[in-house]
Nanobody, 116 residues
Framework: QVQLVESGGGLVRPGGSLRLSCAAS????????MSWYRQAPGSERELVAS????????NYANSVKGRFTISRDNTKNTVYLQMNSLKPEDTAVYYC?????????WGKGTLVTVSS
């Protein structure tokens, strides 16, 4: 079955960096686009970044452009989110997501807290 397992979250000071990873299994990873979403306390889940199946196309939420970079390694079935210049408003649970055969698949999330 499809599994998405996030890792790499934690506590970081404003201006710091983190790299999130999402290990995927149970499907042909290289055939599907992948995305990162986030949900802050009291807010709706929002799209952060997406990457095409081969990695040649990416898009970002305006709030993270120039600070976050999504990438993938199809040999490792893993998608990454490099987060730089982190701000307190980036505090959220970050989720890995894909869509296969009209079904949404989510990981369980990893918490990122940006605080001094």
């Amino acid at each position: 079955q499809v599994q998405l397992v996030e890792s790499g979250g934690g506590l970081v000071r404003p201006g710091g960096s983190l790299r999130l990873s999402c290990a995927a299994s149970g499907f042909t990873f290289s055939s599907y686009a992948m995305s990162w979403y986030r949900q802050a306390p009291g807010s709706e889940r929002e799209l952060v970044a997406s990457i095409s199946s081969a990695g040649g196309s990416t898009n970002y939420a305006n709030s993270v452009k120039g600070r976050f970079t999504i990438s993938r390694d199809n040999t490792k079935n893993t998608v990454y989110l490099q987060m730089n210049s982190l701000k307190p408003e980036d505090t959220a649970v970050y989720y890995c997501y894909t869509w296969i055969g009209r079904v949404n698949y989510w990981g369980k999330g990893t918490l990122v807290t940006v605080s001094s």
